[in-house]
């Protein structure tokens, strides 16, 4: 059926379960659980027939920042610029609300899949946060069995430069956040558990932060191991292992999964950890607003 934007009203869809539950496959919906979800519809003004929808929530980085989660358009409605209304829209939206950033994160095992998420993203003037990232799954147990697991141990005490944090309000950790050379990237609870995070420090400042998070199903989600620029690509390599420590030997995490860009790193981690049990690609992208 053929529809123009002049025949679309984009709305926020209340609490309706029956009609989320039609809309989003069951995946998206467990992903939102944990969030405090917003739903937008794109919907014919005279027939209220919904032909799009998408879901947001409050991002986990920064305050000014939503998270798009899904975007879907009716089979017979798509190739009409429905989706791509709905974001426009969408973002007008939020950036009345005070909303700077709109951050477009995904997961996926079919390349075909992420090229053609990438590919919408694009055209709706999303940037690219990270390109060529893949996710790679470990069992916790075998990672700890592994020699640099072992070696790290032997002399986490005496490497100098890592250290780890107890409070967010930490000095440190403030100055980091307020960067703006950082952009996106912030140091708090919904992006870094203290506990299992490891920074590198170099003359009293935050340089390099593996950042991980620990979540109730027992995964450890290492991400991709922030350096700033001009510093020792050794430390890399350091924040890792110590982060992976910090991981293995917690009771209860039983799949370590480290999110990676390029083939470099990738080719390093599967040198010290062995091939992964599982890999997938990822998708971050970021629009302004």
Known sequence: ????????????????????????????????????????????????????????????????????HYVTVREGFREQGVGSYLIEELCG????????????????ASDRRMVRIAGFALKNLFLPVARDTKVLEYPAEGVRERPLIKKTEETADKTPGITFFKDYKDPKILDFNRDPEHGTLAITPKTAQLRYSRFYLKKDRIVGAGMVQVTRDGYAVLQEIFLEEG?????????????????????????????????ARRNAIRSVLGEPAAEYSAVEMVRYL
Do not use: N
């Open 93 to 108: 939206i939020l950036k009345e609300a005070g909303m700077r950033y709109l951050l477009y994160r995904s997961l996926g």
């Open 1 to 68: 059926m053929r529809i123009t934007v002049a025949d679309i009203e984009i709305k926020r869809l209340e609490a309706d379960i029956e009609t989320v539950q039609k809309l989003f496959p069951e995946d998206i919906l467990a992903e939102l659980q944990d969030t405090k979800p917003y739903f937008y519809v794109a919907a014919e003004r005279f027939a209220s027939q919904v032909v799009g929808a998408a879901a947001v929530s409050l991002s986990e980085t920064l305050p000014d920042m939503m998270q798009l």
């Open 231 to 263: 510093t020792d690509e050794r430390v890399w390599a350091l924040l890792l292992s110590h982060c992976l420590l910090a991981v293995s030997k917690t009771i209860g995490v039983e799949r370590i999964c480290l999110r990676v860009r390029g083939d």
